[in-house]
């Protein structure tokens, strides 16, 4: 079966411009994840979707970030505008169901730096 | 929320030794720990994990351990080869949550 997909792989910005990632997860996965990845550290969850509603974004920071699943099925990811913190990858999962011990299956992620 | 400590940060091993790496976690209430494998410009891949109600798993070369009075649990593996070489992160899942916390990663050198 295909993977999760993510577009683009990588990305350079200069502070303050915008940037959109783009996800599309494995067919028939009701559960989207975007996690964030800072180089040397684990992934840090940003916001997860069960179909096309939002779960959990309590560590979304909405004021220069924000998501959607539009249709239950592709996701983007948009920061507007960018910080030199935001340098990280961004990584997309799915997941067939939301709860449980249901397996997580992530894509290549998003190589995002921010001059 | 669930707090995961990881050790070590960088491991390196020369081919066919064996390789371990420890996790601690802070909410007695999780019960999920999966292992992941990242390899260079790749996702997190999913490569063993335990329940809470288990004390040990195998998988081939690999094998986790679970101690859950004091709320650790190990990786371990055996005769590592080149391509064992990658970051490798524990995780740990309460049953109130749907998202996995995860340690900080163990960078792991398997010298030929």
């Known amino acids: 079966e295909a993977g999760v997909a993510q577009s683009p792989r990588y990305k350079i910005i200069e502070k303050r411009q915008s940037v959109a990632f783009w996800c599309n997860p494995i067919s028939g996965h009701a559960t989207l994840y975007w996690y964030q990845q800072i180089l040397g550290q684990g992934p840090k969850l940003l916001i997860q979707?069960?179909?096309?509603?939002?779960?959990?974004d309590s560590q979304l920071p909405k004021d220069r970030f924000s998501a959607e699943r539009l249709k239950g099925v592709d996701s983007t990811l948009k920061i507007q505008p960018a910080k030199l913190e935001d340098s990280a990858v961004y990584l997309c999962?799915?997941?067939?169901?939301?709860?449980?011990?249901?397996?997580?299956?992530f894509g290549p992620g998003t190589r995002l730096t921010v001059l | 929320g669930e707090n995961v400590e990881q050790h070590p940060s960088t491991l390196s091993v020369q081919e066919g030794d064996s390789a371990v790496i420890k996790c601690t976690y802070s909410d007695s209430a999780s019960n999920y720990f999966p292992w992941y494998k990242q390899e260079l410009g790749k996702g997190p891949q999913l490569i063993i994990d335990?329940?809470?109600?288990?004390g040990e798993k195998k998988d081939q070369r690999i094998a986790v351990t679970l101690n859950k009075t004091a709320k650790h649990f190990s990786l371990h593996i055996t005769e590592t080869q080149p391509e064992d070489s990658a970051v490798y992160f524990c995780?740990?899942?309460?049953?109130?949550?749907?998202?996995?916390?995860f340690g900080r990663g163990t960078s792991l050198i398997v010298h030929p």
């Open positions: 335990i329940r809470s109600n288990v």
């Open positions: 995780a740990a899942k309460s049953g109130g949550s749907y998202i996995p916390t």
């Open positions: 999962a799915s997941s067939f169901t939301a709860g449980g011990l249901d397996t997580q299956y």
């Open positions: 979707f069960q179909n096309n509603g939002v779960v959990d």
